[in-house]
């Protein structure tokens, strides 16, 4: 994968992960779908991808910055 994909990957990840954890905008798609019983377990999943996907892009600005450099 390339790094631009990797950057983008991680900081769209990141975006739609932030949006979940913030639970209003859960409850309000979640009960118009729904699935206003999975509230409790989306924290679950919800903190765990936003920590994988600010590691993604971590990962992508640090690899940009030692390709740039060298």
């Not at 949006?19 to 903190?47: N, Q, R, S």
Request: aromatic share 8%.
């Amino acid at each position: 994968m390339s790094n631009k994909k990797l950057l983008q990957v991680g900081v769209i990840g990141t975006i739609i992960a932030a949006l979940c954890c913030f639970t209003p905008v859960l409850v309000v798609l979640l009960g118009a779908v729904g699935l206003a019983g999975m509230i409790g377990v989306v924290d679950y999943i919800a903190l765990p991808a936003l920590a994988i996907f600010i590691a993604i892009t971590v990962y992508a600005l640090w690899k940009r910055q030692t390709v740039s450099s060298s």
